[in-house]
């Protein structure tokens, strides 16, 4: 068409794409810098009816010709403007040579990365060459080749150096050594071998190939420049930065002059010296080249080119790996809005960008903005994998934890099952991801009060984990891609998220995959896999890792799940929650023990599991040994963390509390001013938790006599730092609701504190009326603060308005939460009380009767819950001086909370206190005794000799004894008087025998 007269005619071309521009049949347009042409169907149709079939046949195979003229990888720029015109041409086919459907290869697969339609390719044109020139024959080595490079992208790399070798063979028989042929084959195995990490055989290959390409081609030669290239990479893999630095610059040298600064060949070589500086911790020099590299495809390609988008997303790595992740952020919304233009939605690497951006996002705990777009992953994932795909399983496991973080445990519950199931069978029941998904499920139900369910979980974890153990099979792979928790995998930011366009399909090329395995591996992804081996070894040295022996060998702790490796944390957390504080002990004393011997007494886990400890023994009334486990966890974070870490300010609270619970409240005021003023500094003097040290403090300052001034000023303060709180709810929410429980607090110590009872009845009313649109259970929650306000109105003694307020209470209660649900039963408690506190005992002890039916059905025998009500029934009794009744129910709350909490705690001395009293009432001194003696050297030992309660506890043995001495005189007289009056009888008896029979009278 364009050769009429024989020559060629720019001219002519020009204006018939001018005329058919007028009549709209073609439009120029501009895609990646690079000038295109889209023809009107018409005109396709025209053509296509106008040519004859000779012709038909003859222009199509001129088109092919055309076409392939740019397959040479120095024009695969442009490749993917080529790939639907190649799939409509139907290659391959018989109609066309087989040098047209090998150049067409290398473009298909470009576009979709289909490793089984190449290797399929090559193996037939190789077979093709075999049976037309035989086996020895150049062009079938050549194909062979292809065949061998094409196994490595398959992943069986086994067979393609198996083929490789056997070329190389060949050539050095059929042509020498010296041959280019035979040397380009050598250069083909070391690459090949490269791959397969045999880096010692690779590099002496290369340095041949090297050497043979100097000598006949000379040293500034296209092919010198690659083979320094490779060698360099050899020797990054080998940690040899400055000799692949030194390389990686020599390659630039040469490609630079000769291909250009923009060409593909030498960015590639720029973007492994950037690698090169970023292992060598010049991370200044490694940007600037990666924004180099992104600069000169932007120039060259386009903004939406493939290729510039790649140059991006090395640039939002690097971000990552410096844990400038709101820069990285930016980089990736690029991104993925490039990705989605040029490569379509579900496209693999838009999927790829999405899920950086999104595990980004999660990093940052932007879970809101994560969730929607970790949904559409899943969603897309399931469609093209499959729900039990290790790449499905991922995504959704991300979406699971970013439901969870936003406080949705019923929400992620259902998605952790699933990631539970999916895991299980994949894995199977015992590998450390199936665990961690089953100890994010009980999390999930540890979150919605569902502890029973979530103790059985943690429990079951423990036990495979110890079976793993025993068994020696706990060499589990170092890095497990998709299955790592947030937390462990962003203990560091920066290498927790660097990589993120490499995890999305860790699991399906990391892994060890069977022979028959009919997935693909890109090129580009083989490349990744060696940075992430790379990743792997840096992450394995992070702060916060730790080695235990097991079985003989070192296994990698921090390698696990954190919901793995901290399962006896979480059940210990869970048996607390349940009342089980006994047990609780048991478990923060082993974990103390673990992380003593494997982490030090300074690493912050350590110190956690010992406050935690601590706070165990609070509760089982093991006060002295508490604080002595805070006193040592205090100590070591004030030097190692500093006095305004928030996990020595947590310390140090609970010290306070420690001597305020011990009477000692000077000590308290002091740790309590400290308290407030570190949080004051770090938190700011408008935090909740500055509000609430405040609290604290005025607390243990009206404890002391004389000092309600100086509690009345810090009162007046936190009222003041009301206006300054911001207008989120939740801040408002717990500030005010803080600030009215002080001002209830305050409202009973003297007539000077009236005023804080109008302030609190106002701020309580406040809660109730505040209606935020943007909360979902508003009315749950208001009816926490009409609670608090019915408890003040009970204090203050207005008992028929509070009376109101808690029938309210309930009523909402059993409506919005069930009969049966511990607020609901809360509120019937407390209505209890307020019956109580009026002489309504009989109403009193129906209601709570009716409370521990309801909470047996759910909490375990001797919980703290459930003893609770029981404990007001025998008070009750006592009132009613039903002591019979009351002495069972003393005995059993007394066995139970010894049970729970130990027999020095101040509970289970009080259930000792109530027996004897109720044993004392029924007049079995001898019993009571004995009962108050235990109690007597029980306080000696917790509170000391001359505390009130040890010397109450003496007064009442006394009593005891004094009413036991006057029984036994009491009898002793009785008997005495009985005595008597039988001798009496016996003397009578016998005058009126003597007087009736003999008649004697003694009168």
Known sequence: MFFTDGSWNVQLLDDILEELQQYSLV??????????????????????????????????????????????????????????????????????????????LPVVYSSNGDSDRLVAGWAAISQILKATHGEEHIRSTRAALE?????????????????????????????????????????????????????????????????HHIRLLGDRHRLVATDNF????????????????????????????????????????????????????????????????????????????????????????????????????????????????????????????????????????????????????????????????????????????????????????????????????????????????????????????????????????????????????????????????????????GMAVSGCHLRYSADAQLTRRPASHTGSISQPQSDYIQTVNRMTIQNSMLPGTFWSDVGGSRELLSSLPSKVRNADDELAEVLSRLGKYSEGEVRWRRVEEERLKALGDTHPDTLRGVYRLGEALEHLGHIEEAKHHYERAAKIQRKVLGTGSESTLDTLSALARISFKQSRFFEAQIAYREVTDCTRQVFGSSHLKTLDALYRLSNSMDMQILKYPAASEILLMTHERREHLGTEYEVIFNAARSLAQACNYHSGKCKAYEKCYQEAKELYFSLVDYKPQSFEEFQVKTLEPLFGLGSMLYRHGDYIEAEHVYSHVIKQRESLLGEGHPGTLAAWSALGDLFRIKGQLSEAKIIYRRVFAARSQFLRPFNKD???????????????????????????????????????????????????????????????????????????????????????????????????????????????????????????????????TLGIDFR
């Open 27 to 104: 439009t120029q347009s501009l895609v990646h810098n690079v000038v295109t042409l889209q023809f009107h169907p018409l005109l396709h149709a025209w053509a296509h009816d106008r040519l004859s079939a000779d012709d038909r046949y003859r222009y199509q195979a001129a088109a092919v010709r055309l076409l392939l003229c740019v397959t040479n990888p120095d024009n695969s720029s442009v490749w993917e403007l080529l790939t639907p015109h190649l799939r409509r041409l139907s290659l391959p086919s018989s109609t066309f040579h087989v040098n047209d459907w090998a150049a067409s």
């Open 147 to 211: 065949l061998a490079a094409a196994y490595w992208k398959h992943g069986e790399s086994l067979r393609g150096e198996g083929l490789a070798r056997r070329i190389v063979r060949i050539r050095t028989r059929t042509l020498g050594e010296d041959d280019p042929e035979t040397v380009d084959a050598l250069a083909c195995l070391a690459r090949g071998l490269r791959q397969r990490n045999k880096l010692v055989e690779a590099k002496e290959l290369l340095n041949t190939v090297l050497c």
């Open 230 to 493: 490779e060698l360099g990479l050899c020797h990054i893999a080998v940690k040899g930065f400055k000799t692949a630095e030194a390389l990686m610059l020599k390659a630039i040298d040469i490609q630079a002059p000769l291909l250009g600064r923009s060409h593909q060949d030498t960015l590639r070589s720029i973007l492994s010296l950037a690698d090169c500086y970023e292992r060598q911790h010049k991370p200044e020099k490694a940007e600037t080249l990666r924004e180099e590299a992104l600069t000169l495809r932007q120039t060259t390609h386009g903004s939406s080119h493939v290729k510039t988008l790649n140059a991006m997303e090395l640039i939002a790595t690097s971000f990552c790996e410096k844990g400038r992740l709101s820069e990285a952020e930016e980089v990736y919304i690029r991104l993925v809005r490039g990705r989605r233009e040029a490569l379509g939605e579900s496209h693999k690497d838009t999927l790829k960008a999405i899920t950086c951006l999104a595990e980004v996002l999660s990093a940052q705990k932007a879970n809101l903005r994560a969730e929607p777009l970790w949904r559409e992953v899943v969603n897309e994932r399931r469609k093209v994998f499959g729900q039990r795909h290790r790449d499905t399983l991922y995504s959704l496991r991300w979406l699971a934890e970013v439901v969870h973080q936003q406080g949705r445990p019923v929400d992620s519950e259902s998605l952790w099952r699933e990631v539970f199931s999916g895991r299980r069978t994949v894995f199977g029941s015992f590998h450390e991801l199936t665990l961690d998904a089953l100890g994010w499920l009980a999390t999930s139900l540890s979150d919605q009060g569902r502890l029973v369910e979530a103790e059985q979980y943690w429990r079951e974890i423990i036990e495979r984990k110890a079976l793993v153990k025993k068994s020696q099979k706990s060499h589990l792979p170092v890095w497990s891609g998709q299955g790592q928790s947030a937390d462990a995998r962003l203990r560091k930011v």
């Open 866 to 996: 459930l003893l609770e009500p029981l404990s007001k029934l025998g008070d009750i009794c006592d009132q009613q001086q039903s002591y019979e009744e009351a002495e069972e129910i003393h005995a059993h709350l007394l066995r139970g909370r010894r049970l729970t909490l130990g027999a020095q705690h101040e509970d289970s001395l009080k259930s000792l206190y109530s027996l004897a009293s109720a044993v004392h009432h029924q007049r079995r001194y001898s019993e009571a005794e004995q009962l108050w003696q235990e109690l007597i050297d029980r306080r000696k030992v917790m509170l000391g000799e001359d505390h009130a309660d040890t010397l109450d506890a003496i007064r009442r043995l006394t009593e005891s004894q004094q009413a036991q001495e006057r029984s036994v005189a009491r009898t002793s007289l009785l008997s005495a008087s009985t005595a008597t009056d039988s001798i009496a009888e016996l003397w009578f008896m016998a005058r009126m025998f003597l007087y009736l």
